[in-house]
């Protein structure tokens, strides 16, 4: 299921980042994250923390609380969303975390790979399931590359709502494709769509579609402030090792720009870091995403 890529519940621990810069240090760390022991630029984590709690702004409802203590920011469930939301980012955060998990019933965690207490705490719950991924950033959208798709494809915008968007595809088409191409997606269509059809209205997504109107790829982004979390990365197995991927990403960041938005994020299975690396994404950590479905 794809609904943390998009803001919705989810727990992130986050570890030892692969350093793409010769200007990584391990002192000098702003002061709300000083001892974290990896060399990472504390700017990075600053900016990837920033656009994860502006996403969760937006979703926030009313008289929900939030958790602001060292090492861990999220949102608590409330009566109208039973799921929790939390960023470990070190073991500081594992009083509380301890505290909060017995009643957590639902939702998503991210943990830093540092946060080894906490990564253990989880684990031990077995109705959480993990999945590896890297957190990323792009820190200035106006450097997107251009990149240039196939011949035989054409982006498209895809119809989220009952807007008439002339040349656009089906919502139901695009989440058809992602299905296929994503194994992590297991709802079933009908549900996926009505997931994407949920989310925020500055929602944005994209398809690409060959000479008979077929969806081969799709890509998107959500606007969160001037913040963009870019998400739905998909491409048809067969069509794959063309560029189609890189090309689609990058769509989503040049309108996310054309919006007006400055920086985005987004965290990377194994089977996209490559792609995001080439964009000019740039390395935060890596994490470990816990989720639980209730």
């Known amino acids: 299921m794809m609904c943390g890529l998009a803001g919705d519940v989810y727990l992130v621990v986050v570890g030892r980042g692969r350093d793409q810069s010769a200007g990584a240090v391990t002192s000098g760390l702003a002061p709300s994250w000083a001892g974290y022991p990896v060399q990472v630029h504390a700017a990075s984590i600053d900016v990837y923390v920033g656009a994860v709690v502006a996403r969760w702004d937006a979703i926030r409802r009313a008289g929900q609380r939030e958790v602001d203590e060292p090492g861990v920011r999220g949102l608590l469930p409330c009566a109208d969303d039973a799921r929790i939301r939390l960023?470990?980012?070190?073991d500081r955060a594992y009083q509380v975390l301890a505290r909060l998990l017995p009643d957590a019933r639902a939702g998503m965690i991210s943990v830093f790979e540092a946060a080894t207490r906490c990564t253990g705490l989880l684990d031990a719950h077995s109705a959480?399931?993990?999945e590896s991924v890297t957190a990323m950033i792009y820190r200035d959208l106006e450097a997107v590359p251009a990149i240039t798709m196939p011949s035989d494809l054409e982006v498209r915008p895809v119809t989220r709502l009952d807007e008439a968007v002339p040349g656009a595809v089906d919502l139901e088409e695009a989440a058809a494709?992602?299905?296929r191409a994503d194994p992590r997606i297991t709802e079933s269509p009908d549900s996926f769509v009505d997931f994407l059809r949920s989310l925020p209205s500055e929602t944005r997504l994209f398809a690409a579609a060959d000479s008979n109107g077929v969806v081969r790829a799709t890509s998107g982004f959500i606007a969160f402030g001037k913040e963009a979390?870019?998400?739905f990365i998909n491409t048809d197995q067969a069509w794959r090792g063309r560029g189609i991927g890189s090309a689609m990403t990058a769509a989503a960041?040049?309108?996310?720009?054309?919006?007006?938005l400055r920086q985005a994020s987004l965290d990377a299975t194994n089977a996209g870091l490559s792609i995001y690396l080439r964009l000019g994404f740039e390395v935060v950590g890596e994490a470990r995403r816990f989720r639980r479905i209730a």
């Not at 960023?87 to 070190?90: A, G, H, K, M, S």
């Open 177 to 179: 494709t992602a299905i």
């Open 87 to 90: 960023l470990v980012t070190d």
């Open 253 to 260: 960041l040049r309108a996310a720009k054309d919006r007006g």
């Open 128 to 130: 959480w399931k993990a």
């Open 229 to 231: 979390n870019v998400f």
